[in-house]
């Protein structure tokens, strides 16, 4: 059973930047695409950002293109969300979500283990 843990969230000024960490432990990592989602206050959990299993490419929600970048680092077993220009409407949960193998993560039915959360909290 694989288990992954996110760091790196926290409080930071709108225009400012944060890197969210996601290590995972069991199971094969680079055999697996990986992604984000995030979850605001009153609102649904939606999807963020996603990598392919060797990071070749990469996919975002339209609210974080130009600003955000995904990326990972295998040897690791680690992902990560680089997050620039945060805006308050930013201010969230952030999950970390390992899909069920090979196939793209942009819905929730698409995820195959979740992080427990990083709580990112971006003042205006």
């Known amino acids: 059973q694989v288990q992954l843990v996110e760091s790196g969230g926290g409080l930071v000024q709108a225009g400012g930047s944060l890197r969210l960490s996601c290590t995972a432990s069991?199971?094969?990592?680079?055999?697996?695409?990986m992604g984000w989602f995030r979850q605001a206050p009153g609102k649904e959990r939606e999807f963020v950002a996603g990598?392919?299993?060797?990071?070749?490419?990469?996919y975002y929600a339209d609210f974080v293109k130009g600003r955000f970048t995904i990326s990972r680092d295998n040897a690791k077993n680690t992902v990560y969300l680089q997050m620039n220009s945060l805006k308050s409407e930013d201010t969230a949960i952030y999950y970390c979500?390992?899909?069920?193998?090979?196939?793209?993560?942009?819905?929730?039915?698409?995820?195959?283990?979740w992080g427990q959360g990083a709580r990112v909290t971006v003042s205006s």
């Open positions: 069991g199971g094969v990592f680079s055999n697996y695409v």
């Open positions: 979500a390992q899909g069920r193998g090979r196939s793209l993560v942009t819905a929730e039915t698409d995820v195959g283990s």
């Open positions: 990598i392919t299993d060797y990071g070749r490419s990469t």
